[in-house]
Structure formats: C-alpha cells, structure tokens
C-alpha cells in the first residue's frame, strides 16, 4: 500500500516494492511507475496511460524478503484544474530471478478515491493486460 511523502498532499504517494521469495534474490530490478487516468471535481481528467518517472527505478538486486520504497511523482504529471477526486496508478517491475536467464514482469493497480471527509484513499486492484 502506498505511504505519503506529505500527509497534507495525498498525491504525493511512495509504494513499496518487496521480494517475497524467501529463497532468491530478484536480480537487475527494474520498476516503472504509471499514470492510467483522474479525474477532478471539475469532471476534467484523462483516460489513458503514461510513464509518469523516465528514471525507471533500478536495483542490482532484492534480497529475499527485502523491501525499496519507490516516490511516484504524480503531482509533477498532474496539472489539472481542481482537486482530484480519483487517480489511478499503475506499478509494473522487471527483474529475473538469479540462475534465471528470462526477464519477468509483474504489475500492481493502486485506485485512490475520496472518502467521505474528502481525503484521497488508495487501493490496491486487481490488474488487467500486461507489459508490453
């Protein structure tokens, strides 16, 4: 689940990325952060994926069990009128396993709505399409 870079500022999310493989270690990590829409309470937004962060997180590698936190900018790639009332994120890592000479791909969707008091809560979702 994501945490906040600034509480006043819930836009401002970082994820964290672990490798839950108690035997190996992921090796030449790369992880992309993506915007996939919003949509502010002026009903203005968009409804297409992007790259929000070119730099592409890298790691060597991510011993079993070992967690990295991971700023996704999205109030850089956000310049819309209004609050935003639903942004949804996306989260895609590369790596191999060591010993393992294929590249694999795994994704995360984070859905953030305001609640009631009008706070942006994320959520995770389930994941539809694939890497390309």
Same mark, same amino acid.
């Given at each position: 689940?994501? =945490?906040?870079?600034?509480? &006043?500022?819930? /836009?401002?999310? #970082?994820?964290? *990325?672990? !490798?839950? !493989?108690?035997?190996?270690?992921? $090796? $030449?990590?790369?992880?992309?952060?993506?915007? %996939?829409?919003?949509?502010? %309470?002026? !009903?203005?937004?968009?409804?297409? &994926?992007?790259?929000?962060? =070119?730099? !592409?997180?890298? +790691?060597?590698?991510?011993?079993?069990?070992?967690?990295?936190? *991971? @700023?996704?900018?999205?109030?850089?790639?956000?310049?819309? @009128?209004?609050? /935003?009332?639903?942004? $949804?994120?996306?989260?895609?890592?590369? +790596?191999?396993?060591?010993?393992?000479?294929?590249?694999?791909?795994?994704?995360?969707?984070?859905?953030?709505? #305001? %609640?009631?008091?009008?706070?942006?809560?994320?959520?995770?979702?389930?994941?539809?399409? =694939?890497?390309?």
């Amino acid at each position: 689940m994501p =945490r906040y870079l600034d509480e &006043s500022d819930p /836009i401002s999310a #970082r994820f964290d *990325v672990s !490798n839950h !493989n108690s035997l190996f270690s992921m $090796e $030449e990590v790369q992880i992309i952060c993506g915007l %996939d829409k919003v949509i502010t %309470d002026r !009903n203005i937004g968009f409804d297409r &994926s992007m790259v929000i962060d =070119r730099r !592409n997180y890298r +790691y060597k590698s991510l011993s079993p069990g070992e967690t990295v936190t *991971v @700023p996704c900018p999205l109030r850089t790639a956000i310049r819309l @009128p209004g609050s /935003i009332t639903r942004a $949804e994120v996306t989260l895609w890592v590369e +790596y191999r396993w060591l010993f393992w000479p294929k590249r694999l791909a795994a994704g995360q969707m984070f859905v953030g709505e #305001r %609640d009631a008091q009008g706070s942006l809560q994320w959520s995770a979702r389930p994941l539809s399409g =694939r890497l390309e």
